[in-house]
């Protein structure tokens, strides 16, 4: 059940806290409400009378993000009338609705760290943090102390309560003494080479760090700061040694798993190597071939000689045709397929 708060009055005192006719007009309003609201009216929440023959009746809202909203339809009616008329609808925020926060001017919500490098800050007259500056008089002495020695030759200068402010963020920040590197070095960077003082009241507590090896290189560092790159300090003495060769860790635990090659692999990769060079040679004893065609082939013997020879389509003796895989078909022209 959502729960409403009538909103507060204001104005003069009413003559009448009831109008019948305002109130009665439920369904009149409710109609009103759905043209606006369609699917995502929800229930009556009452009727206020926020003036003479003036009142609004107010609706629930179920509209997915308006959690606590209400929908809202005045009516009036005419004096003696008694018939309401619809003066506007809208949707109202209630006790507990989600609303956007309070709008700032640009230049109040602008926080340090937005400012991009291409931006543009408008000009501020009334800055707080500034105070008008030293105009020169022509005196030369006066004129080299106000400009030259505390740089105050500007429209406007920092005040004294920008300083302090300044000077605290930059001690509390990373080129403070508070930092572990600073804890750590061996020397501040009051004493370094490379530490270039600032002018003005600043300067007895901050520098800027020159040394390209430093990791606050161009940077605004305190005095009491420190890092690695002092020009005064230097590494710890090793024996010769550019640094400590830590013990060997051996990790008893894992095993690394290595296949081995085939065994006798190299033994029939060589077998098999010279079993093709003994196929590409021909056999000392091997029978000598015959031309079927007809005539034995020069430097053979022949049948003069007592050697019966046979070619190699014939069947060796003893075994017939058929164990050697000839058919009558063949006619002597080689074995079937």
């Keep these: 059940m959502a729960t409403f708060t009538a909103p507060t009055q204001s104005g003069p005192a009413r003559r ?9 007009a439920l369904e009149i309003a409710r109609q009103a409400a759905r043209a606006d609201a369609g699917e995502h009216l929800g229930e009556h929440l009452g009727f206020v009378l926020e003036g003479e023959r003036l009142g609004s009746h107010y609706f629930a809202t179920t509209q997915p993000g308006y959690q606590g909203w209400r929908w809202y339809v005045t009516l009036s009616r005419a ?6 008329t619809i003066t506007e609808t809208g949707l109202l925020p209630g006790d507990g609705a989600l609303t956007a926060p309070e709008w700032l001017p640009w230049a109040d919500r602008l926080a340090p760290g937005d400012l991009g490098p291409s931006d543009r800050l408008p000009y501020n007259p009334d800055d707080e943090r500034l105070e008008t500056g030293y105009v020169a008089t022509g005196d030369p002495d006066q004129d080299r102390v106000a400009i030259r020695e505390l740089g105050l030759g500007r429209d406007r200068v920092m005040n004294a309560k920008a300083l302090d402010a300044a000077a605290n963020r930059w001690y509390s920040g990373p080129q403070g003494p508070g930092t572990s590197g600073s804890r750590s070095a061996g020397a501040d960077c009051a004493t370094c080479g490379f530490i270039v003082p600032l002018a ?4 007895q507590v901050f520098g800027v760090c020159a040394n390209e090896w430093s990791p606050d290189d161009g940077k605004v560092v305190a005095l009491e700061h420190g890092c690695g790159a002092h020009s005064e300090t ?53 029978a000598p ?10 430097g053979k013997p022949d049948d003069a000689e007592g050697g019966q020879v046979t070619g190699p389509n014939e069947p060796a003796e003893g075994d017939s045709k058929a164990d050697a895989g000839y058919s009558e078909s063949d006619n002597g022209e080689g074995p079937s397929s």
Excluded: H
Excluded at 79 to 84: E, F, G, N, V, Y
Excluded at 241 to 264: C, H, K, N, T, Y
Excluded at 289 to 298: F, L, R, S, Y
């Design 79 to 84: 004096p003696r009338s008694r018939t309401a």
């Design 234 to 286: 230097d590494v710890a003495n090793n024996a010769g040694r550019e640094w400590d060769q830590s013990e060997p860790l051996i990790d008893e635990e894992d095993v690394e798993v290595v296949e081995a090659p085939a065994v006798g692999s190299d033994d029939q990769s060589d077998s098999a190597d010279g079993g093709d060079e003994a196929d590409q040679k021909e056999p000392a004893d091997q």
């Design 200 to 203: 003005g009241s600043l300067g």
């Design 289 to 298: 071939q015959v031309d079927t065609a007809g005539g034995a082939e020069a």
């Design 16 to 24: 009448s806290a009831k109008d019948p006719v305002l109130s009665a």
